[in-house]
């Protein structure tokens, strides 16, 4: 019996091999593309963690590294859909500066890749793939939704013709303390595109900080991918251990990052690989635009509130993980 391969687009912001980039993003793509469950269609970038010529960049150099020639990647949005994105290395730096310690590197362009993306913009190949495979294709967003927006936007038909969106982002049951104290960094970066996609109809997985802060690459696991002595498990260990630095002087006082780094993207790739990594609860959710302190806050509904937000439940809620079951998939995958 043949293996049904679940189509999948990943819309991110990835900057592997960007000196003080996280490193989440390219395991997440790593994850995807050695995965036997999925067939990337696509590969779209955003701007975010990196510009979003970084991020092609980035996403084709891995191509290179992986040996991967069939996966198209096309450049998306440069900047939030108010065009006021913040830069983020300016707040590390802000962060740094006020603990006294040593800002981080100069980000710098990766290597120019031999590769190139494919001259359609991410917001038409994401549309013209789910047009294509109406209701075949899980769109795996793991950047701000600045893309996913826009694609909404131009072609409506596509809320209807999307099997699932899940989304890396935000937190419903506890405060993510990241980019501020109540906001994640990709619902922060684009919350206007967030509310749009949130109120589009299309069935959506939620996969924030509640789970995603209880998945980490510790360096037990380090060890054991150095242990393999592959090229791409070389490479992993090599971007991960000043990542890991890096988050450890960027967040002093939380002692998690004393032992590794959260794997959040990767986790959104594992759930649609297999579904019952996770627990989920259905929720309204929506996210706060205007608010001064609170800009970019994602707001859950329970059930629970006394005057509850206007709105019937829109999204599947990760609100737990098995742990051990996701990193035998993310290490066995790797090391394949």
Request: net charge neutral; aromatic share 6%; proline share 7%.
């Amino acid at each position: 019996m043949s293996l049904i391969r679940q189509k999948v687009i990943i819309d991110t912001d990835v900057g592997i091999g960007i000196p003080s980039s996280d490193i989440d993003d390219g395991l997440a793509l790593i994850l995807a593309l050695k995965s036997p469950e999925l067939e990337v269609e696509a590969i779209t970038t955003v701007s975010g963690n990196v510009s979003v010529g970084a991020a092609t960049n980035s996403a084709l150099n891995l191509l290179e590294l992986l040996g991967i020639e069939y996966v198209p990647v096309a450049m998306g949005a440069s900047k939030s859909l108010l065009g006021d994105i913040k830069p983020i290395r300016e707040a590390y730096s802000r962060t740094l500066i006020k603990n006294n310690l040593r800002t981080p590197q100069v980000v710098s362009q990766p290597k120019p890749s031999k590769s190139k993306s494919v001259p359609d913009h991410a917001i038409d190949l994401i549309i013209s793939k789910v047009m294509q495979y109406p209701n075949k294709i899980t769109l795996i967003a793991i950047g701000p939704l600045t893309n996913i927006a826009m694609a909404i936007r131009k072609e409506p038909q596509i809320n209807r013709s999307i099997k699932e969106l899940i989304i890396m982002g935000g937190a419903a049951t506890v405060l993510p303390h990241c980019i501020t104290p109540v906001a994640e960094f990709n619902m922060y970066i684009d919350p206007e595109a967030a509310k749009i996609v949130f109120h589009s109809g299309i069935p959506i997985t939620l996969v924030g900080f509640d789970v995603t802060m209880k998945v980490f690459l510790t360096k037990e696991y380090l060890n054991m991918l150095k242990s393999y002595n592959s090229l791409l498990g070389n490479y992993i260990v090599e971007q991960a251990k000043p990542w890991i630095t890096f988050l450890q002087r960027l967040f002093p006082l939380r002692p998690e990052f004393r032992y590794g780094c959260p794997l959040h993207d990767p986790l959104a790739v594992a759930i649609a690989i297999d579904h019952e990594l996770v627990k989920r609860e259905r929720m309204y959710v929506d996210i706060e635009t205007k608010g001064e302190l609170t800009r970019g806050q994602v707001v859950a509904d329970r059930g629970w509130a006394i005057f509850p937000p206007v709105g019937l439940p829109n999204v599947d809620v990760c609100i737990d993980v098995n742990t051990k079951r996701f990193m035998e998939m993310l290490i066995s995958r790797i090391t394949s």
